[in-house]
């Protein structure tokens, strides 16, 4: 099993920034591919950034792109999501992911059903 824990969630006024943490650990791997979703209530959660095993893979929704961005300290088994210019529309409870035995250097998955294991999420409010 692999825990997933996420943090850095907040108030914050539009224009800000926020950086999200998600800590991983228990069963190591030899590779995961880590993404981020967000959920609204009474709406699908939906994907927001995803990363390779190696970093060198990234992807993002088109609504963050520019905005946001995805980095992994592998030694640390931390992914961070670093939010700049945020809007209202980017308020929702985040949510880390984790792929195990990910080929460690494809493109990640953007799906929901392309992750095994799930975090509790974070809370971000972004006010105009």
């Known amino acids: 099993q692999v825990q997933l824990v996420e943090s850095g969630g907040g108030l914050v006024q539009a224009g800000g920034s926020l950086r999200l943490s998600c800590a991983a650990s228990?069963?190591?791997?030899?590779?995961?591919?880590m993404g981020w979703f967000r959920q609204t209530p009474g709406k699908e959660r939906e994907f927001v950034a995803a990363?390779?095993?190696?970093?060198?893979?990234?992807r993002y929704a088109d609504s963050v792109k520019g905005r946001f961005t995805i980095s992994r300290d592998n030694a640390r088994n931390t992914v961070l999501l670093q939010m700049n210019s945020l809007r209202p529309d980017d308020s929702a409870v985040y949510f880390c992911?984790?792929?195990?035995?990910?080929?460690?250097?494809?493109?990640?998955?953007?799906?929901?059903?392309?992750?095994?294991?799930w975090g509790q999420g974070t809370q971000v409010n972004v006010s105009s």
């Open positions: 228990g069963r190591t791997y030899s590779s995961y591919a």
């Open positions: 992911a984790a792929n195990p035995q990910f080929p460690p250097y494809s493109f990640p998955p953007s799906t929901l059903r392309g992750y095994d294991y």
């Open positions: 990363i390779s095993w190696s970093g060198g893979s990234t």
